[in-house]
């Protein structure tokens, strides 16, 4: 249909799929954990300002929640629906997987959630903590497994290819795989970076409108804290999993910086700052290079060896190389401003010894923090452009690939089902979108007293009475 075949088709809709779904969960998992932290602290200090901070964000945490879950439908089940083959293939492993990830994880999640969101009053305050401890701690389990179940896709480990089925000779193997450590550490912590962001961002939004903005320091100061340690952390993450995929998916790596030609024995691989690749003519079109730069970058070594995409069959080179280039870049680039943003508030901060009168009048700064809200997100998609565009033209690298996995339907049954699954795309983002709206509009209640303080003020009016 209009020129795609099935495989086109369905690639292109479980990337739609996909794209719009993974911005949800990320912000449940970082959310439900900064809850945890403003309600332990809540419980520990008495404060009441964190007990409307908990009141306010968590009113965030369960609209973002609602649309992850129901975004997410779709996608798994995609694997029955387009990519059938794949399922039958390798369903042993993912299958268990997505299993353990929807018991051990999404039902937690489910279970908890409602206690969280209605307990206020109803539960002791232990048992509501304890609630949102277990919502934090099933969206980080969600994070694990699906993950877990990404990485064996990137490095396949403990299975054997049986008639051309897929049987898992060690789970402990197949699960720990040589990229697991990596992809989950750097995707729970981009999640909660992203949080992080998203919760300073807004802080600074109503600073920036001097709405509260007493209130707002509280949470600001609280998230950027954190992103000292976070997003400096990211960036080693992101740097140690460039040098794991160099070594596990060569291609993958060559493809991400360009480089087409291996480099000579003792001589270091140059790093091409930026560039234009063209696959159909096996080189870059235009290139500013940094001499013997890549190799101490993918190797940390000056004259490591670094595979070049012309030596590597072409049908085994990724497609989309400019694609894949420049997602890599604005996903570096980003963590980047993401390190020199926190230092440099912090920098700011101390500046005015913490006063909040004197730091909101930073108005460039606030508008750099507002602004910033929608990168995370653009990283966070552009890493999972860079992972699985890098992985082609394998489904399950080295062993399955793409083109044998994908079901045999009509190209027009899944452009059919694209377009639905877009326009409910939209209708689920404009409806977030207007909740958000109102949400943030109506801001917080400062007023708001903890159960039990809101209770002795109701018996003390009474007994007046």
Not at 51 to 68: C, D, E, P, T
Request: charged letters at 15%; hydrophobic letters at 55%; glycine letters at 8%.
């Amino acid at each position: 249909m209009f020129g795609f075949d099935t495989l086109d088709l369905s690639r292109a809709q479980f990337a739609m799929t996909a794209i719009f779904h993974i911005l949800w969960p990320i912000l449940t998992i970082s959310l439900s954990l900064f809850l945890f932290v403003v309600e332990a602290l809540w419980l520990r200090t008495s404060d009441p300002v964190y007990y409307r901070h908990a009141r306010f964000w968590s009113k965030l945490l369960v609209l973002n929640f609602a649309v992850g879950v129901v975004s997410g439908i779709p996608l798994e089940f995609q694997f029955g629906t387009n990519w059938a083959p794949f399922s039958h293939h390798s369903g042993q492993f993912i299958g268990n997987i997505l299993g353990f990830e929807g018991a051990m994880a999404f039902m937690l999640e489910a279970g908890f959630i409602g206690v969280m969101m209605f307990g206020w009053g109803r539960v002791p305050k232990g048992v509501h903590l304890f609630a949102t401890g277990m919502v934090a701690l099933g969206s980080s389990i969600s994070s694990f497994w699906i993950m877990v179940a990404n990485s064996w896709m990137q490095t396949p480990a403990g299975v054997r290819v049986v008639d051309g089925k897929i049987i898992v000779t060690d789970y402990v193997a197949a699960i720990f795989n040589p990229d697991m450590a990596w992809a989950v550490g750097h995707m729970w912590v981009a999640a909660v970076e992203t949080g992080l962001f998203v919760i300073a961002g807004i802080s600074a939004w109503y600073m920036f409108k001097r709405r509260e903005p007493a209130f707002f320091a509280r949470s600001f100061k609280l998230a950027l804290m954190l992103l000292l340690v976070i997003a400096p952390l990211q960036v080693w993450l992101g740097d140690s999993s460039g040098v794991d995929v160099f070594k596990t998916q060569p291609a993958k790596g060559a493809a991400i910086e360009g480089h087409w030609h291996t480099n000579r024995d003792g001589e270091g691989a140059a790093w091409s700052l930026l560039a234009w690749p063209n696959q159909a003519e096996q080189k870059n079109d235009w290139s500013l290079e940094v001499p013997g730069m890549l190799s101490v970058i993918a190797t940390h070594s000056a004259t490591g060896k670094i595979t070049g995409l012309a030596d590597i069959a072409r049908a085994d080179q990724p497609p989309a190389l400019p694609l894949l280039y420049y997602a890599f870049r604005a996903m570096a680039g980003i963590g980047m401003w993401f390190v020199l943003l926190a230092f440099w508030t912090f920098v700011a901060w101390r500046k005015v010894g913490g006063r909040v009168q004197e730091f909101v009048r930073n108005r460039k700064l606030l508008l750099a923090w507002v602004l910033t809200i929608p990168l995370p997100y653009i990283a966070v998609e552009c890493g999972w452009i860079v992972r699985e565009v890098g992985r082609q033209p394998w489904v399950v690298y080295g062993l399955l690939r793409t083109r044998d996995a994908v079901s045999d339907v009509a190209a027009h049954a899944v452009a059919g089902s694209m377009l639905m699954f877009f326009v409910f795309y939209i209708v689920l983002f404009a409806t977030f979108f207007v909740f958000a709206k109102k949400w943030l509009q109506r801001g917080p209640d400062v007023t708001l007293l903890p159960p039990h303080a809101s209770h002795a003020v109701g018996a003390l009016l009474q007994a007046r009475r």
